[in-house]
């Protein structure tokens, strides 16, 4: 089957989405102005990350899997060759944290991360999610998700003549996937008065980290994609839904701390993620904003610069390389142009050959 056309605005929207979680671990919020709000809620740029992983996925599957014609075993080599290679580099650059996490860990639980991180399993225990790289705990939730991934790509495509029942089925997983952080926020077994981005206890670290709680994000996000099937590309209605996703998100993101930290932090957010993303898919001003050369250029590097930024940021400041060559006065914003620029040496220079010669072993293997 001919492979779905490229969607460059959602690629230039990554570019924003990355760069803002690069601004929620290293910044001051109070900074960027109107938009504070956005980069204090960026653990929401995961979410979103999480749902569009889910509908990128069945843009380009989900069409051969009813078909009948996605070979299971072929998706996960074609995963693991894409991911793996700047995962294996982000295990490498975590050598400095390597005996902080020793003393931050008992004997067994820290030999516990240092075999389950470079198997994608550490996720599933709370208290080790962050082990090494603490943005990588998403790579274990994304590899469950992508486990399965084969068996809901084979879901029914909608009828559009009766479209009632599939916005149903989004409308519950919405609920469902609300349902941990209500749980958490009447139950509050931490006993944290008023959780927010800086709160801990190890059932919000569970919430936040584990894979289970963020699995309805990624499921809408193939719903989404049946859903996207449907409208035509220069509908009007797709303007529509990208303008109004938009403006509820920033909206929502204002007034995040009058709104229950434990659901804003994934469930909330996913109907208007789904609008975002529909009307980003769409032919219209929206779209061609997005899809401005130089975002899309940055946002194909927005894998490498969300899994390997905490671990340069590291590097970078442990060295004191900007106080040698005297650049320390132009901190922080020069560090995030390094880690932009390395997140683009990454994906030229590391990914895409990696990517190359293991598809290459394996066809050799085959």
Known sequence: MRKPARLNALTGLRCFAAINIVFFHFSNPKWFGFLAPVVNAGYASVSFFILLSGYVMAYNYAAKARAGELDAVRFYEARFTRLYPIYLLSLILAWQVVPLEYGAHTRAMFWTGMVLSPLLLQGWIPSIATFLNTPAWTMSAESFYY???????????????????????????????????????????????????????????????????????????????????????????????????????????????????????????????????????????????????????????????????????????????????????FDPWISYVLLIAMALCALHFVEKPCQRQLRKWIGVWR
């Not at 139950?187 to 709160?199: A, E, L, M, T, V």
């Not at 801990?200 to 309805?216: F, I, S």
């Open 147 to 329: 486990l399965l991934f084969p068996w809901m790509a084979k879901w029914k495509r909608p009828d559009p003549e009766k479209l009632r029942p599939h916005l149903s089925k989004m409308f519950l997983i919405w609920m469902l996937g609300m349902v941990p952080g209500t749980l958490y926020i009447i139950f509050n077994p931490d006993g944290i008065s008023h959780p927010d981005r800086w709160s801990w206890g190890p059932w919000l670290q569970a919430l936040k980290y584990t894979p289970l709680p963020h699995l309805c994000s990624f499921i809408f996000g193939v719903m989404i994609a049946s859903l996207d099937e449907l409208i035509d590309r220069s509908s009007h209605l797709r303007l529509i839904l990208g303008v109004f996703g938009f403006g509820a998100t920033f909206t929502l993101l204002t007034f995040a701390a009058h709104l229950p930290y434990p659901i804003l932090h994934d469930g909330l957010l996913m109907p208007f993620f789904g609008c975002i993303i529909l009307g980003l898919a769409g032919n219209n001003w929206l779209a061609t904003g997005f899809g401005w050369g130089p975002l899309v250029f940055i946002g194909e590097s927005s894998y490498c610069l969300y899994l390997l930024h905490f671990n340069l940021w590291n590097m970078i400041h442990n060295s004191h390389i900007l106080d040698r060559l005297h650049l320390a006065r």
